[in-house]
Nanobody
Framework: QLQASGGGLVQTGGSLRLSCKAS????????MAWYRQALGNERELVAR???????NCADSVKGRFTISRDNARRTVYLQMSFLKPEDTAVYFC????????WGQGTQVTVSS
């Protein structure tokens, strides 16, 4: 299972750090990802990180968001800086091991 946390309300230009803790899966061998879904939109990939620590991010968040992982804590993070109103969405952590695993989602709201 994946348990996400860290969302909230922040002003434009602010920062938040999301966390996603894994349990019951072999965390260290999995790639992990963050997706987001804004109201009325499809779910989109924000960032992902391989088991070796290689990362990539969507163009819309490059230079502002950073994904990282702590295998000892079985946790993946999404550091979000210089937030914009268009970053407002529900953020989900995700991995795949035999099947898809989704976290429950955490709401991020950026006020203008």
């Amino acid at each position: 299972q994946l348990q996400a946390s860290g969302g909230g309300l922040v002003q434009t230009g602010g920062s938040l750090r999301l966390s996603c803790k894994a349990s019951g899966i072999n965390f260290s061998i999995n790639y992990m990802a963050w997706y987001r879904q804004a109201l009325g939109n499809e779910r989109e990939l924000v960032a992902r990180i391989t088991s070796a620590g290689t990362t990539n991010c969507a163009d819309s968040v490059k230079g502002r968001f950073t994904i990282s992982r702590d295998n000892a804590r079985r946790t993946v993070y999404l550091q979000m800086s210089f937030l914009k109103p268009e970053d407002t969405a529900v953020y989900f952590c995700y991995t795949h091991l035999s099947r898809d695993f989704w976290g429950q989602g955490t709401q991020v709201t950026v006020s203008s």
